[in-house]
């Protein structure tokens, strides 16, 4: 593993802890993965795509389609892996940080099936669910569970801070609930700036919708509706009980073998209609044949789940055989 | 240690747990605690200060000013454990859940000192904060640092709801800020109609606010305002990160004896006070002369802010001598 950093500080001392066996660049690369804010990464996936010449590309920036937009190149697949603290740095480092993690790869048609392969088994390794969807629909998720949740934290840690200057007891009586729901604000604002540039219009149109919702919960107790607040809470309630929690992968798993022959595009087709079903690809791998261009996706599913994706592959022409049981 | 539940499996299961040692009412009680909802504690209220005449009586529910202000007695002061979590029942009971935490009590010119110093002596045992305070700058207060996050918290659930019905990918997408955010919308809605009822005004009105900041952050994102959004995001980082935690008590402590005389509303004056300036009272003792009426606090309070204390008091006629180091 060879790194750098901005900061030749913390490239060393992540040297020291043994995170980087050498500091620099690496010309033969398999996989870069550029990790700075929206705003830069451009520039350097552009770099790493000249400087590593064989290695596929990848970035974790946490707005996608400006980046994927402009860099058409088989061998860049844009990504965001869901996970992170308030902590900066190396010593904010966690070994566990991405198990159970979704991890965003937004492949295009453009993308080479065998790049594709990689990047998402390099993911795998870590721990994290790959879930490939559009750069786009991405950006549009993450206002609603990310960007639009950091702001709203922010907003309330300053609404508290306001009226504390007033009542110097107001935080004494800030319980677990507040301290839960401002965490995030205690992060750097670095990032910020450029996600939220990014990712405008996304974002307001979040946040008019958060604040038209905040509306009607507003006249919901300014009229004593017991029954509407009740209802609401309820939905809220049953919600956030379902919401999948970091899971280990199934014990039933189904392999599934796809001919993809020259066609460009299967492999973001493919992953991104299996994605938009909710259907976990466990593991992926594209078997060439000797004599060229043609190949085959092998595809590893929840095996409850095989033949469901069996049909949705059939309806955009992928005919593939009955699931088997993946090879050991 | 007698109790009840208004489910009768509940309350023996506390028993089998050792919680309890008898179920029912005890008329001997030194303290009773009412925990019901905001709605019908004044009722259990006033029944305890009837079966238990001679026990302290106080309540937990969430907003204090209508049950104060209907319950005028010596030996009833309003509180509230600003601590809980989503779990419910006696499943749900955790033993250090109260270490730490703030309590607030609420006293009034009606109450009797030595019920306070009882009452704020059990609380203190159970490894909480006390704070005096007016209730209805409780129910002030907590608007902003509870009603109101709760009901973000569940408007944010329901957003992300609505769209994972149509991108089933959604909630795959969120990470641990967004889990953070929503966890108190996993609680049981049971309390929460009664609570909006009895802060109604105070949560529309804190609801506005909020609403009216959100539009000001839209309008940052909107205009692409990079360093309005920086020092939004600075402040609350802030902010966030000199939240107090729950601290353990101070090493050096200060006595102070305050001399009440027979003037009413005193223990509630000198309580607010020093609240309000932040002042933590550690410790708080009624010290009876054998003449009767007369008496002297004894208060503990961090050695930091003696000197500070004195000088609020003596503004209030409060006459105490030098800080003195604690008896042990």
């Known amino acids: 593993v060879t790194g750098t ?28 993965v550029v990790a ?11 770099r790493a795509l000249t400087t590593s010449p064989s290695a596929v590309i990848t970035d974790v920036a946490g707005v996608k389609a400006p980046i994927v937009e402009a860099i058409e190149d088989p061998r860049f697949i844009g990504g ?40 998402r088994s390099l993911v795998r390794s870590l721990g994290a669910n790959p879930v ?43 319980a677990g609930g ?13 990032i910020w700036p450029d996600v939220c540039e990014a990712n405008r219009d996304g974002i307001v149109e979040t946040l008019d919708l958060l604040v038209a919702e905040l509306k009607k919960v507003r006249d919901l107790v300014a009229a004593t509706d017991r029954p509407g607040l009740v209802a609401m809470l309820e939905r809220a309630r049953e919600a956030r009980q379902n919401l999948p929690s970091r899971v280990p992968l199934a014990e039933a798993a189904a392999e599934l073998r796809v001919p993809v022959a020259d066609r460009p ?28 261009e043609r190949g ?19 309806s955009r022409g992928y005919r593939c055989g009955p699931p088997r049981v993946p090879r050991p």
Chains 1, 2 share one sequence.
Request: no cysteine; aromatic share 2%; hydrophobic share 50%.
């Open 5 to 32: 950093d901005l900061d030749q500080a913390r490239a060393r001392r992540a040297l020291e802890l043994g995170a980087l066996d050498a500091v620099g660049e690496d010309p033969d690369a398999d996989v870069v």
């Open 36 to 46: 700075t804010p929206a705003g830069p990464a451009r520039g350097e996936i552009q």
């Open 80 to 119: 965001h892996p869901m996970a992170g603290s308030e902590q900066e740095g190396i010593e904010g480092a966690d070994p566990t940080l991405f198990e159970g993690a979704t991890w965003v790869l937004t492949p295009t048609p453009a993308t080479e099936a065998g790049a594709y392969a990689r990047l």
């Open 132 to 174: 490939a969807m559009p750069a786009e629909r991405h950006d549009e998720l993450v206002a609603l569970v990310s960007h639009v949740p950091h702001l709203t934290a922010a907003t309330l840690m300053n609404l508290a801070a306001d009226a504390a200057e007033e009542h110097v007891t107001l935080l004494r009586l800030a």
């Open 178 to 190: 507040f301290r839960d729901m401002t965490r995030i604000a205690a992060g750097h604002p670095g």
């Open 265 to 292: 595009g299967a492999i973001a087709e493919v992953t991104t209609l299996l994605g938009e079903l909710g259907i976990n690809i466990f593991d992926l791998e594209i078997a060439h044949s000797a004599e060229g």
């Open 296 to 314: 085959v996706m092998v595809l590893v599913v929840d095996a409850a789940e095989a033949d469901r994706a069996r049909t949705a592959l059939a």
